[in-house]
């Protein structure tokens, strides 16, 4: 199985024909995975880029933490992705995303305590049983808190990783929304999280409203943001990273510019420097 390492980017199908045409030196891209599990036109593009970089896949339906049981139709549908494709690394958000079967357009959090810990971690479990491998979980950007949490999200996750035996893909953009909605040190948030789970990094950008910040994946990666990514490099090392933008998608020359951006930090990184 290849490996990857790097900036990446996030495959659209605005895309398609611009990396197919030119196979720009991007390292390696990360595919939806939903997107293609139903076959057809966007599993072509999909294994027509596979044959030319290393991919990753990253969804949003398995819904660890939904009083649902775990949709085994979906898991056979993403399993049968993965024998496919043969990604890097298969991710999912610490979220749910439905109720008795039916599924809604938005990534809802968890609250923090330690009966949903074991109850998710377990579910973890019966996910990498299923797909025969580890799996990556992402951290959210929620905009509530419940007021029954026991533990601070950052405890939560190291101690979710742990018990489920998975890995993290730690979105860099989701901690400095919520260090900024939610007034804690994001330093505090990476110096809780076990260096050596953390797989695969997400960089993104956010919006702000009445001083509020949103993540919307429609900007450039911020300052700040570029910021806290230096400090997360120290802590984790070059780890593997992705350009993410989902709304009012650029040109693949911006996006790649981004990932140069964040090349240029990797480097500094690196072991040899």
């Given at each position: 199985?290849?490996?990857?390492?790097?900036?990446?980017?996030?495959?659209?199908?605005q895309?398609?024909?611009?990396?197919?045409?030119?196979?720009?030196?991007?390292?390696?891209?990360?595919?939806?995975?939903?997107?293609y599990?139903?076959?057809g036109?966007p599993?072509?593009?999909?294994?027509?880029?596979?044959?030319r970089?290393p991919?990753?896949?990253?969804?949003?339906?398995?819904?660890l933490?939904?009083a649902?049981?775990?949709?085994?139709?979906?898991?056979?549908?993403?399993?049968?992705?993965?024998d496919r494709?043969?990604?890097?690394?298969?991710?999912?958000?610490l979220?749910?995303?439905?109720?008795?079967g039916?599924?809604?357009?938005?990534?809802?959090?968890l609250p923090?305590?330690?009966?949903?810990l074991?109850?998710?971690?377990?579910?973890i479990?019966?996910?990498q049983d299923?797909?025969?491998?580890r799996?990556?979980?992402?951290n959210l950007?929620?905009y509530?808190?419940?007021?029954?949490?026991?533990?601070a999200?950052?405890?939560?996750?190291?101690a979710?990783?742990?018990?489920a035996?998975?890995?993290?893909?730690?979105d860099i953009?989701?901690?400095?929304?919520?260090?900024?909605?939610?007034?804690f040190?994001?330093?505090?948030?990476?110096?809780?999280?076990?260096?050596?789970?953390?797989?695969?990094?997400?960089?993104?950008?956010?919006?702000?409203?009445?001083?509020f910040?949103f993540?919307?994946h429609?900007y450039?990666?911020?300052?700040?943001?570029?910021?806290?990514?230096?400090q997360?490099?120290?802590?984790?090392?070059p780890?593997?990273?992705?350009?993410e933008?989902?709304?009012?998608?650029?040109?693949?020359?911006?996006?790649m510019?981004?990932?140069q951006?964040?090349?240029?930090?990797l480097?500094?990184?690196?072991?040899?420097?």
């Amino acid at each position: 199985m290849p490996e990857i390492q790097g900036a990446g980017i996030g495959l659209r199908s605005q895309h398609y024909a611009h990396i197919l045409a030119h196979q720009p030196a991007v390292p390696w891209l990360e595919a939806l995975s939903d997107n293609y599990l139903g076959g057809g036109l966007p599993l072509y593009h999909l294994e027509q880029v596979r044959e030319r970089y290393p991919l990753t896949l990253h969804g949003v339906s398995l819904s660890l933490g939904s009083a649902d049981p775990l949709n085994i139709d979906y898991l056979t549908q993403l399993k049968r992705l993965a024998d496919r494709i043969e990604p890097v690394y298969i991710s999912d958000h610490l979220a749910w995303v439905s109720v008795n079967g039916h599924y809604f357009n938005d990534l809802a959090p968890l609250p923090y305590t330690e009966s949903v810990l074991h109850y998710v971690a377990d579910r973890i479990s019966q996910v990498q049983d299923f797909l025969g491998r580890r799996i990556l979980i992402e951290n959210l950007s929620p905009y509530l808190q419940f007021r029954h949490n026991s533990l601070a999200e950052w405890q939560f996750i190291a101690a979710l990783v742990a018990e489920a035996d998975c890995d993290l893909l730690l979105d860099i953009n989701n901690v400095y929304v919520n260090a900024a909605n939610h007034a804690f040190d994001p330093l505090d948030y990476l110096e809780a999280i076990p260096t050596d789970r953390v797989k695969e990094i997400h960089l993104a950008g956010y919006e702000e409203q009445d001083h509020f910040l949103f993540d919307t994946h429609g900007y450039p990666v911020q300052p700040r943001v570029w910021a806290l990514y230096q400090q997360a490099l120290q802590r984790f090392g070059p780890v593997p990273t992705l350009i993410e933008w989902d709304t009012d998608i650029p040109s693949f020359d911006v996006l790649m510019a981004e990932a140069q951006q964040a090349d240029t930090y990797l480097c500094q990184h690196h072991p040899q420097n």
